[in-house]
């Protein structure tokens, strides 16, 4: 069958979703491509488009930043949650708070994150060693360089459902008049004679034909390996394993875990597997109805790289970790909530990805302005992707930029032409950067 459309936005994810209801609400007549729930953490029978990094139950939301683009989007999506969740029905958004453990030997750096957190009308308070302790009797306060500085955002912060945030998002998108194709984009061609980008897309119920005047891009980590580029494209954007480990707490015994912010620690020392970042999500609730803490590692050379299709396969399909990430993990769960006494200690292998800038790449392909990209939330893109996504929808449009930072700097990379010649891995591939 085939369909035309004004813009297809390919990935039904959490960029495409946004972008998708800032689309549909100017009025564009626009479908989402994508597939549905994979089984389990990632898991099914089809290709690699159909895994992404939100089929999970929690997402950080923080609003300061490491830096003005980040504090920027996460702060103003931030502020939208709770709207979103009444405009959709759909509610996604728990408000525990966020805490980032920061190393003592950074303190310019947290005096600097806390300067900009009040300029930006974010409150967060600075918390000692002993304060946090009183605090948060569950939790423990790892040995970073220097001591710890706690930095707690107490409100306004928490974590997201990034399954029902999608959910909500594209419940938007079709209550503007938007369609949703469910199905992956196997194949993308340009027929100039017609005007029209032709896409190809394999779903449940067969094959279908769209025919649009502009793509929007937004296919996440496996954007490269997925299909969802037109032949001759290829982007600077690297995916990375993502293990993580989920302690299953008994219903009964949650007691002080309940009081749990989310948590993340930034550890700047270059010490390899050492390295103490990471972060750590307080008691939540899945889908099969138990309680888990989850807690996930921040690019310590564990973190593998997935440069091929079958490996990124093998990685989702396996739903293993390898036992170096879980002895990282079980150690970091060790000092992080001493006393956790699980009832089981379950698996979970999602993907992230990283840009060189350590900025999401939005932006146009072509000459044309008719092919456009929302992808690289570089490990924390879900709370920031309202604004991400409404960035994205103003490119499509040809709207003004209206974002403090210029549109150069989110301009899409291209892959360096030597791709196996990686060598050492760069800072921005290297704890603290990318830390969720
Ligand atoms: C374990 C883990 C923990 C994280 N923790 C946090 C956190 O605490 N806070 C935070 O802000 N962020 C966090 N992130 C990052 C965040 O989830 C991502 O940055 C965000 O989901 C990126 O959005 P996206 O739209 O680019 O990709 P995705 O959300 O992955 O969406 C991409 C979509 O495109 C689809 N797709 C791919 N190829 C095709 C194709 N050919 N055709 C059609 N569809 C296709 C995929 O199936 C998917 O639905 C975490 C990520 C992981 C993996």
Request: with cysteine.
């Amino acid at each position: 069958m085939q369909q035309n459309v004004e813009v297809a936005v390919v990935g039904a994810g959490m960029f495409g979703s946004a972008a998708a209801k800032y689309l549909s609400r100017a009025g564009a007549d626009v479908m989402v491509i994508g597939s549905g729930k994979p089984d389990g953490e990632g898991r099914g029978g089809g290709g690699l488009a159909q895994f992404g990094a939100h089929h999970d139950e929690a997402r950080i939301v923080r609003r300061m930043g490491w830096d003005p683009f980040w504090a920027a989007v996460d702060s103003r999506s931030a502020g939208r949650l709770r709207g979103i969740e009444a405009a959709s029905g759909i509610t996604c958004y728990h408000e525990c708070g966020a805490l980032a453990l920061m190393a003592g030997s950074i303190r310019p750096r947290t005096q600097a994150m806390l300067s900009a957190s009040k300029a930006d009308g974010v409150t967060v308070h600075l918390i000692s060693d002993a304060d946090l302790r009183r605090e948060f009797p569950a939790l423990g306060v790892p040995p970073l360089a220097d001591g710890v500085d706690g930095l707690l955002e107490r409100e306004g912060a928490g974590y997201l459902n990034p399954r029902r945030l999608v959910e909500a998002q594209l419940a938007l998108t079709t209550a503007s008049g938007g369609r949703i194709l469910r199905g992956a984009v196997t194949g993308i061609r340009r027929d100039e004679a017609a005007g029209l980008w032709r896409l190809q897309v394999t779903g449940g119920d067969g094959r279908h034909r769209v025919g649009a005047e502009k793509v929007l891009v937004a296919a996440g980590a496996l954007l490269n390996q997925s299909g969802a580029l037109p032949p001759g494209h290829t982007l600077d954007l690297r995916a990375f394993t993502e293990p993580n480990l989920l302690y299953e707490v008994d219903a009964g015994r949650l007691g002080p875990l309940r009081d749990l912010p989310t948590v993340v620690t930034v550890d700047p020392e270059d010490a390899g597997n050492a390295n103490l970042s990471h972060y750590l999500l307080p008691p939540v609730r899945y889908p099969d109805g138990k309680w888990y803490v989850r807690i996930g590692p921040g690019m310590q050379p564990v973190v593998r790289e997935l440069r091929t299709q079958r490996e990124t396969h093998a990685w989702y399909a396996g739903q293993r970790v390898t036992p170096e990430q879980g002895a990282l993990l079980a150690r970091m769960m060790r000092l992080m909530v001493p006393g956790l006494a699980p009832v089981s200690v379950r698996e979970a292998c999602c993907v992230v990805d990283k840009t060189p800038t350590r900025y999401p790449y939005i932006g146009h392909l072509d000459a044309d302005r008719t092919l456009a990209v929302a992808v690289g939330g570089n490990g924390h893109g879900a709370r920031g992707s309202d604004e991400i996504g409404r960035l994205a929808s103003a490119l499509v449009l040809g709207r003004p930029w209206d974002f403090p930072l210029p549109q150069e700097t989110f301009a899409p990379m291209a892959a360096p032409s030597d791709q196996a010649d990686r060598g050492t891995r760069p800072d921005y591939l290297k704890p603290p950067f990318g830390l969720c």
